[in-house]
Nanobody, 123 residues
Framework: QVQLVESGGGLVQAGRSLRLSCAAS????????MGWFRQTPRKEREFVAA????????YYGDSVKGRFTISRDSAKNTVYLQMNSLKPEDTAVYYC????????????????WGQGTQVHVSS
């Protein structure tokens, strides 16, 4: 079992930045990748970014490329999502996920999820 705790969400004006954190605990040796997804009431869970834990390969969803940056601190079992140039359409609940996803961009492939952190971007 892996437990994930997200933090760093909040209310921010368009054009500003936020950094989300996700700390993993428990059976962290089983982590193959960590990802960020986001969801609004009107949409399915959307892939934001993912990082392969040991190799460090990084992938982004098309809507955040060039604005968001995912990174990790292996010693702290923590993954970060630096969000710059935020837009109102980035408003969502952001979830951290981990496990052994065969497809990094598919939420259904992840085994463990955090509780989510709300990000609200005002115009």
């Amino acid at each position: 079992q892996v437990q994930l705790v997200e933090s760093g969400g909040g209310l921010v004006q368009a054009g500003r930045s936020l950094r989300l954190s996700c700390a993993a605990s428990g059976s962290t040796f089983s982590i193959q990748a960590m990802g960020w997804f986001r969801q609004t009431p009107r949409k399915e869970r959307e892939f934001v970014a993912a990082i392969v834990w040991k190799g460090g390969d990084i992938y982004y969803g098309d809507s955040v490329k060039g604005r968001f940056t995912i990174s990790r601190d292996s010693a702290k079992n923590t993954v970060y999502l630096q969000m710059n140039s935020l837009k109102p359409e980035d408003t969502a609940v952001y979830y951290c996920a981990t496990g052994f996803p065969a497809r990094l961009g598919f939420a259904s492939d992840y085994d463990y999820w955090g509780q989510g952190t709300q990000v609200h971007v005002s115009s």
